[in-house]
């Protein structure tokens, strides 16, 4: 009997031991979970100031094309057809984006006996070494159901297309056009700095055209946002790619 009870004893004391260890272990965890917690919001804390930098001091805005002193006409236009299938491609003074104090614009017009994809390039393409962001347009047209591409040539020296919009709408717009991960504007050969080149366009005619219909866009102020290509910032070892 006595032996009975000294066991009970022993066991009782076992239990006791394993609460004990059990309530320890428990502790260690909540510790562990408090510390990860407050690391984190440490983390947090510091590179909010990183994550929230206002980067738009690091811009600058420039005119590509704005169309008032440069002449333009159906020199600017490459296309397939003959020149009696070229569109009519002059400078406006009565269409003007309502946007910016402009006083003169491209315009563009070609009937549905003339409906076909042409080319319009600048005489003096625009170029850049900083990196390019971003080009903003100032559009008019008249939902003609015709596309506009960009036409421009990065660091790999090739020419690229890049749609800027379909012609489904009427009246003016203003566009922006972010190219940063549509070309390649990093510098492939060591101490040679690279240009982005704009071109010009790439107009693509609808399939077809109702008879007697005609397609009218214009093309006013051009201006590309741009940084310099490698920047560290002031105070953070962080370099913006």
């Given at each position: 009997?006595?032996?009975?009870?000294?066991?009970?004893?022993?066991?009782?004391?076992?239990?006791?031991?394993?609460?004990?260890?059990m309530?320890?272990?428990?502790?260690?965890?909540?510790?562990l979970?408090?510390?990860?917690?407050?690391?984190?919001?440490?983390?947090?804390?510091?590179?909010g100031p990183?994550?929230?930098?206002?980067?738009?001091?690091?811009?600058?805005?420039?005119?590509?094309?704005?169309?008032?002193?440069?002449?333009?006409?159906?020199?600017n236009v490459?296309?397939?057809?003959?020149?009696?299938?070229?569109?009519?491609?002059?400078?406006?003074?009565?269409?003007r984006?309502?946007?910016?104090?402009?006083?003169?614009s491209?315009?563009?017009?070609?009937?549905?006996?003339k409906?076909?994809?042409?080319?319009i390039?600048?005489?003096?393409?625009?170029?850049?070494?900083?990196?390019v962001?971003e080009?903003k347009?100032?559009?008019?047209?008249?939902?003609?159901?015709g596309?506009l591409?960009?036409?421009?040539?990065?660091?790999?020296?090739?020419?690229?297309k890049?749609l800027?919009?379909?012609?489904n709408?009427?009246?003016?717009k203003?566009?922006?056009?972010?190219?940063?991960?549509k070309?390649?504007?990093?510098?492939?050969?060591?101490?040679?700095?690279?240009?982005?080149?704009?071109l010009?366009?790439?107009?693509?005619?609808?399939?077809?055209?109702k008879r007697?219909?005609?397609e009218v866009?214009?093309?006013?102020?051009?201006l590309?946002?741009?940084?310099?290509?490698?920047?560290?910032?002031p105070?953070?070892?962080?370099?913006?790619?």
């Amino acid at each position: 009997m006595d032996l009975r009870k000294i066991n009970e004893t022993l066991v009782f004391f076992e239990n006791m031991t394993e609460i004990k260890n059990m309530g320890r272990k428990k502790s260690k965890i909540d510790l562990l979970k408090i510390f990860s917690f407050i690391s984190l919001t440490g983390i947090f804390i510091l590179s909010g100031p990183i994550l929230s930098k206002d980067l738009s001091g690091i811009y600058k805005e420039y005119v590509v094309q704005d169309f008032e002193t440069e002449v333009f006409g159906e020199e600017n236009v490459k296309a397939k057809l003959g020149p009696d299938f070229s569109p009519e491609v002059r400078i406006s003074t009565v269409f003007r984006t309502p946007e910016r104090e402009s006083e003169k614009s491209l315009y563009i017009e070609l009937s549905a006996e003339k409906n076909q994809s042409f080319q319009i390039l600048f005489k003096k393409p625009w170029s850049s070494k900083e990196f390019v962001k971003e080009f903003k347009f100032h559009l008019y047209a008249n939902d003609g159901g015709g596309s506009l591409f960009v036409l421009v040539r990065d660091s790999t020296l090739d020419q690229k297309k890049i749609l800027l919009t379909h012609f489904n709408f009427s009246g003016w717009k203003v566009l922006s056009l972010d190219i940063t991960r549509k070309v390649r504007q990093d510098d492939l050969v060591t101490h040679k700095n690279s240009e982005l080149v704009f071109l010009g366009f790439l107009y693509e005619a609808p399939f077809e055209r109702k008879r007697g219909t005609r397609e009218v866009f214009v093309i006013d102020d051009i201006l590309a946002k741009t940084r310099p290509k490698y920047l560290l910032f002031p105070s953070e070892k962080a370099l913006v790619k």
